[in-house]
C-alpha cells in the first residue's frame, strides 16, 4: 500500500500509493490524494488496503461502504491511467490473510480485468537474485514493516516466515524523518515547517528526492517556505534508529 505499482515487459510504467481522498462525492487516488494528506486531513484514507474487508468504514468516508469499495475503485483508477489489456499478474504481499485475498480477487472479478496469477510479493522479489539457500525479504508498507523468510530447496522457492511488525512502516519513518529535519531548520533558522499545513505537506512532498540524494552526497541544503537549512545523512539514520533495531530483533 506504500506504492502500488504496474510493471510491462520490465518497466515500471505507473505507481500510485495507497491514499484515497474524498472531495464533495469523488474521490481521487494515489499520487494525487496524498499531496493533499498534510492539507487536508480529514478527507484522506490511507488504510484501506491495510484493513481490506467488507466492515462498514467508520467513519463514514462518502459513497464507499467499505474498505473492499475504495480498493475496486483504486483499482479502476490505476487501470484507467494505464490503459493497458486485460491480463494481470498480482503481486501480494504475505501480510494478506487467506480470507483479504480471496476479496481481493472477488473484487477483481468486478473490474475491466482479469487477475492471471497470485505470486507472494516477496518470493517474486527473490527470484530476481543470485541463488541462495535462505533470503530475507523486507519491505515497508505504510504502517508496518514486513520481513519475510524466502527458502529455496532444489530450485523451487518457497515463502518460510512473515514477521510483521507494526509500528514501523513507510508512515512513522516519514513522521520520524519529518521531526529531524524540523528540529534542523528550528535550530539553524529558528523555523519551523510543521507549524503550517502548507509547508509541512512540502517537507513530506521532498522527502523521497532527499533521501535519494543523501544516498549519494553526505549533506544536502533544504529549502522550505523561504527559509534553508542543510542536513547531513547521518541525520537520517539517526531519526529511524529504533526501527531499524526492530527490523534486526526480528
Known amino acids: ?38 492539507l487536508h486531513p480529514q478527507q484522506v484514507n490511507h488504510r484501506y488496503w491495510a484493513q481490506l474487508d467488507m466492515e462498514p468504514l467508520s467513519p463514514s468516508f462518502g459513497p ?7 480498493v475496486h475503485s483504486h483499482l479502476l483508477d490505476i487501470h484507467g491511467q ?15 490473510q487467506h480470507d483479504q485475498l ?10 475491466p480485468f482479469t487477475a492471471g496469477g497470485l505470486v507472494d510479493r516477496a518470493v517474486a522479489h527473490v527470484a530476481a537474485l543470485p541463488a541462495a539457500a535462505y533470503n530475507w525479504h523486507i519491505e515497508l508498507q505504510l504502517h508496518q ?30 513522521d520520524a524523518i519529518a521531526r ?23 517537507l513530506y512532498d521532498q ?13 544536502k541544503n533544504i529549502e522550505l517556505g523561504g527559509h534553508q537549512a542543510r542536513l547531513g545523512s547521518e541525520l537520517i539514520a539517526e531519526s529511524c534508529a529504533k526501527h531499524y533495531q526492530r527490523l534486526k530483533r526480528s
Not at 65 to 70: F, I, M, T, W, Y
Not at 82 to 96: C, E, I, K, M
Not at 102 to 111: D, P, Q, R
Not at 180 to 191: E, G, M, P, V, W
Request: proline share 5%; hydrophobic share 40%.
Open 82 to 96: 494505464a490503459n493497458l489489456g486485460d491480463g494481470f499478474v498480482l503481486t501480494a504481499p504475505g501480510s494478506l
Open 64 to 70: 464507499g461502504r467499505h474498505s473492499a469499495d475504495l
Open 145 to 174: 514493516a514486513l520481513v519475510t523468510g524466502v527458502r529455496c530447496s532444489d530450485g523451487v522457492l518457497s515463502r518460510d516466515r512473515v514477521i510483521p511488525i507494526p509500528g514501523s512502516g513507510w508512515l512513522a519513518m516519514q
Open 102 to 111: 480471496a476479496l481481493l480477487l472477488g473484487i477483481i472479478e468486478h473490474c
Open 1 to 38: 500500500d506504500a506504492e502500488l505499482c504496474l510493471w510491462r515487459d520490465g518497466k515500471q510504467i505507473l505507481h500510485s500509493p495507497g491514499y484515497a481522498r474524498l472531495s464533495g462525492r469523488d474521490y481521487s487516488f494515489g499520487e494525487a490524494a496524498r499531496s493533499q494528506a498534510r
Open 207 to 219: 522527502l523521497p528526492a532527499i533521501l535519494l540524494e543523501l544516498q549519494q552526497q553526505p549533506e
Open 180 to 202: 529531524a529535519i524540523a528540529d534542523a531548520f528550528i535550530r539553524q533558522t529558528r523555523f519551523d515547517p510543521r507549524r503550517q499545513a502548507a509547508t509541512e505537506q512540502a
